[in-house]
């Protein structure tokens, strides 16, 4: 084998150009990304959205809504098969009974002498744990069924009738009706002079349609990877035909 030539003057020139020259490209590349008017990609979202997850095991008795269904506050979403909590809030509810019973029979057995103090608040303290037990039950079988916290539709099921579920497993997602808002991560060096209340227009792919907005919040942690701010602004104008997930471009030039 033959010994390499080490690399000669004009060729480390060369390369010491090709360094500075990426060095360069670089540098302007980040120093124009952070130049207001940048376009910055930004996403519609709902003002309310949620998952609804599974709060006990069970089998799903029926999804009254499908997606795209719309939903009234506390309109049921998720019903479960539920008979064995009903037997034993009916239990709770018969061993109640019998608590009472006892607590009245031992205070007319003090009136005649024939029960002591004792026996009376004994009898009262089985009422009070045969009524915590029924309530118990009863909250059990609240988590039979799953209703809508806010008016909205339903986007998505993550589950099927007549499944078995484990607790804490996603089973419906809700998005809320009325108000949409706009999502964005801009360089964090805007924030010198991007303030709530700043108007600009973004671009939505999905319509090719342009829509007016006002910054409303900016979220007060700063990404330090990637040097950028999230922030939210709401449309002023009108949004039909949008929906949350559609996307496009924001352009923020900075005020004069």
Same mark, same amino acid.
């Given at each position: 084998? /033959?010994?390499?030539? $080490?690399?000669? $003057?004009?060729?480390?020139?060369?390369?010491?150009?090709?360094?500075?020259?990426?060095?360069?490209?670089?540098?302007?590349?980040?120093?124009?990304?952070?130049? @207001?008017? &940048?376009?910055?990609?930004?996403?519609?979202?709902?003002?309310?959205? &949620?998952?609804?997850?599974?709060?006990?095991?069970? *089998?799903?008795?029926?999804?009254?809504?499908?997606?795209?269904?719309?939903?009234?506050?506390?309109?049921?979403?998720?019903? /479960?098969?539920?008979?064995? $909590?009903?037997?034993?809030?009916?239990?709770?509810?018969?061993?109640?009974?019998?608590?009472?019973?006892?607590?009245?029979?031992?205070?007319?057995?003090?009136?005649?002498?024939?029960?002591?103090?004792?026996?009376?608040?004994?009898?009262?303290?089985?009422?009070?744990? +045969? *009524?915590?037990?029924?309530?118990?039950?009863?909250?059990?079988?609240?988590?039979?069924?799953?209703?809508?916290? /806010?008016?909205?539709?339903?986007?998505?099921?993550?589950?099927? $009738?007549?499944?078995?579920?484990?607790?804490?497993?996603?089973?419906?997602?809700?998005?809320?009706?009325?108000?949409? *808002?706009?999502?964005?991560?801009?360089?964090?060096?805007?924030?010198?002079?991007?303030?709530?209340?700043?108007?600009?227009?973004?671009?939505?792919?999905?319509?090719?349609?342009?829509?007016?907005?006002?910054?409303?919040?900016?979220? @007060?942690?700063?990404?330090?990877?990637?040097?950028?701010?999230?922030?939210?602004?709401? /449309?002023?104008?009108?949004? +039909?035909?949008?929906?949350?997930?559609?996307?496009?471009?924001?352009?923020?030039?900075?005020? @004069?």
């Amino acid at each position: 084998m /033959f010994p390499l030539s $080490p690399a000669g $003057p004009i060729e480390m020139a060369r390369t010491r150009a090709a360094v500075l020259a990426a060095g360069l490209l670089c540098a302007l590349t980040a120093r124009a990304a952070t130049e @207001p008017g &940048t376009p910055v990609r930004a996403l519609v979202v709902a003002d309310q959205e &949620t998952t609804l997850a599974s709060q006990m095991s069970g *089998r799903i008795l029926d999804l009254p809504r499908r997606p795209g269904d719309a939903a009234k506050q506390g309109e049921t979403l998720v019903k /479960f098969e539920c008979a064995e $909590p009903k037997a034993r809030v009916d239990m709770a509810k018969a061993e109640l009974q019998a608590a009472r019973l006892q607590h009245e029979a031992k205070l007319r057995l003090q009136g005649l002498k024939s029960a002591s103090e004792l026996d009376v608040e004994l009898a009262a303290a089985a009422v009070d744990k +045969a *009524r915590g037990q029924l309530a118990l039950t009863q909250a059990e079988l609240e988590r039979c069924t799953i209703t809508a916290p /806010f008016a909205g539709r339903v986007a998505k099921w993550h589950v099927k $009738p007549h499944q078995t579920l484990a607790a804490g497993q996603p089973i419906v997602d809700l998005v809320a009706d009325g108000k949409l *808002r706009l999502r964005l991560n801009v360089p964090s060096a805007w924030l010198a002079w991007l303030k709530p209340g700043y108007a600009f227009e973004v671009a939505i792919e999905e319509t090719g349609v342009g829509y007016p907005l006002k910054l409303d919040r900016i979220h @007060p942690r700063v990404d330090a990877v990637s040097q950028t701010v999230e922030v939210e602004a709401v /449309f002023t104008g009108d949004t +039909a035909g949008l929906l949350p997930g559609m996307s496009g471009s924001a352009r923020l030039a900075r005020a @004069p």
